[in-house]
């Protein structure tokens, strides 16, 4: 899979372009059908504003939050994808900087472990995966998180229920 990556306002001194990609690179292992080479997909790194617009505009939330994904294939679809032909949009994917900062921070992580594991998260919605209609596909989801972010040597970002 390609990923487009843009990024304003996020902070320098980070090789977020390489942190995104190692992220998808772990989440390729957990979930193969994002290491489809015919897959693209665009990730912005931006601001709480830019999100918050995003968010009120597509999802009808009236507020920013930490990463948003914007699926353009169906699971069933992207199953079903064969690795000759053309380019497929997956689908698009954007994180606000100030949230996942904030969150990081609460945390007790850094930010670049929390931008991954966002990023993993936002990947996996992309893939058909969610964690909003059962206890059962929350569970699931985050057991492909968990096994992504192991693979970039990050604890479990769920650790702390058990």
């Keep these: 899979m390609e990923l487009d990556i843009a990024i304003d306002g996020w902070p320098d001194g980070t090789d977020w372009d390489r942190l995104a990609e190692q992220a998808h690179a772990a989440t390729a ?13 665009s990730l912005l790194f931006t601001s709480d504003e830019e999100v918050h617009v995003l968010n009120r505009e597509w999802r009808g939330k009236d507020k920013p939050t930490n990463v948003l994904s914007f699926p353009m294939l169906e699971r069933d679809d992207l199953l079903a994808l064969v690795p000759d032909g053309p380019p497929e949009m997956l689908g698009d994917l954007a994180l606000a900087y100030g949230t996942c900062a904030r969150e990081a921070d609460e945390k007790g992580v850094s ?45 479990d970002p769920y650790g702390d229920r058990n």
Aim: charged share 20%; hydrophobic share 50%.
């Design 29 to 41: 292992q957990v979930e193969p059908a994002l290491s489809n080479p015919r897959l693209t997909a």
């Design 111 to 155: 930010l670049q472990d929390h931008a991954a594991h966002l990023i993993v998260h936002g990947l996996l919605h992309l893939a058909g995966h969610d964690h909003v209609d059962s206890d059962e596909q929350a569970e699931a989801m985050e057991a492909l998180e968990i096994a992504a972010l192991a693979k970039l040597d990050i604890a």
